[in-house]
């Protein structure tokens, strides 16, 4: 009789116990969102792989040749957003100017842009700013947002709560350092 109880002990044990795995004791929070909340900003990058030139230090530009192309491939996970190339030459902080050229990329809903963030330089060419001879950054900003002063503007963004977060912008940079030497590209 006491090894009937035993396994009655034993077998109810057992039900309970698959009973008490099969079901959630932790109790759930029912709140349901209205929309599904959208996905917080990532950064672009350069593929430096594909930058031109490949070599960051020009130091004789101006002998024997007198055009120079510059060129950024831009991939972003976030396929949306509006990437923008800032071309800046010689950037001096304590009197920031806007950026020399901007090129926005055409968005073709592909993490890489299918064109190239490009600045061509010809020292033939009035007011170039290549054409001092000496030594010169050239650098190509490539933002997912608005710049103000070289910084990307966050996004504020309220969730389904009513709590209100930033969302991020993002800039990434490429430079090349170039020598203007003298030569006959005049």
């Known amino acids: 009789m006491e090894r009937t109880t035993r396994r009655q002990t034993w077998a109810v044990l057992l039900v309970a116990t698959a009973w008490a795995a099969t079901g959630c004791l932790i109790p759930q929070d029912d709140t349901q969102l209205d929309r599904v909340p959208e996905f917080m900003n ?40 509006r990437i923008v190339v800032h071309w800046y030459v010689d950037y001096n902080p304590q009197d920031p100017r806007q950026a020399y050229r901007q090129y926005e990329l055409t968005n073709t809903r592909e993490p890489r842009r299918a064109d190239r963030g490009t600045l061509l330089i010809s020292l033939a060419s009035a007011n170039n700013p290549l054409s001092t001879p000496g030594p010169h950054l050239v650098e190509a900003l490539v933002s997912d947002s608005e710049l103000v002063d070289r910084v990307p503007r966050s996004e504020t963004v309220e969730l389904p709560d009513g709590t209100v977060i930033q969302n991020p912008g993002f800039v990434t940079t490429y430079a090349w350092a170039v020598n203007t030497v003298q030569g006959d590209c005049r």
């Open 42 to 81: 990532r950064p672009p990058r350069i593929v430096e792989s594909l930058v031109s030139p490949q070599a960051r230090i020009i130091s004789d530009f101006g002998a024997g040749q007198c055009d120079l192309t510059f060129e950024v491939v831009v991939e972003d996970p976030d396929v949306d957003d």
